[in-house]
């Protein structure tokens, strides 16, 4: 393989991977914006869409697609179930305290899915087949479309949820003002609900999407969760359109450094770059800064 076929090699497995951090990172923006904490479990549920899709496939005799759209509403059904027993009993649901609340919830979720589902790697066939395709002399698996697409399905249908119906514009005045949003009526325990719902929702797409590519495993959640989160950080925290913009860099980043370099560095060189924003833009590359009042 000459060295640009090698390069849109890179560039698409970066976009690929770039994707599901983009997914990720808007669990994590979601939950952020209606609670101003940071859900640590979003990572896991992650691995649970995975991990029960496979299950439902391999065990139950699932069709793919059934096996995919019920893994996702199972783990949605997950997050509203964890905020409900964890969260909503909370007199004062203080940000810190739900921050590290969400670490129990990883935790417990990522051992009931190694009790339940067991520890080994598991996953279920591409969507389209496993037939690459060539492209500028690269070749190109299936999925990887499938996953740019999802992605990019995800970001429109979630900005019209925020911008066209009357639950998003709910979670948005939750999101800029808990006690004013109260005072208009609006129910804002039902909105932080409604939040984790979406968070989990994500992660659960996020699984199912990318398991034919890299199998999936109990303990595979932590890596993705805190990639998402950087992306998520890269971006912008709290912004949409930051969340894309950072989870496709850091996976263009890692791609790149990972296939002319070395793998080991893949890591390092994309948490050098978040560091290095964070520097210089602690707001992200699309968040807005805050300015002190006098």
Partial sequence: MDMSAQIVQLLVAGLTVGSIYAIVAVGFNVIFKSTDAINFAQGEWVMMGGMVAAACYAVGQLPLWLSCVAAVLLVALAGGLSERLVIHPLKKPAPLLVTLLSIGLAICTKSLVMLGLGKTPTGYPAFSGDAPLSLAGAQIPPQSFWVMGVALVFMLATHGFFERTLLGKTLRATAIDRDAAALVGINVRRSVTVAFVLAALAGGIAGVIITP?????????????????????????????????????????????????????????SFILLLLVLFYRPQGLLGKAEIDKV
């Fill in 213 to 269: 590519l890299t199998l999936t495993s109990y303990d595979h959640g932590t890596m993705l969760g805190f990639k998402g989160f950087s992306a998520a950080m890269l971006g912008g925290l709290g912004s949409l359109q930051g969340a894309l913009l950072g989870g496709l860099l850091l996976g263009v980043v890692e791609a790149l450094a990972g296939g002319l370099l070395s793998s080991h560095f893949k890591d390092a060189i």
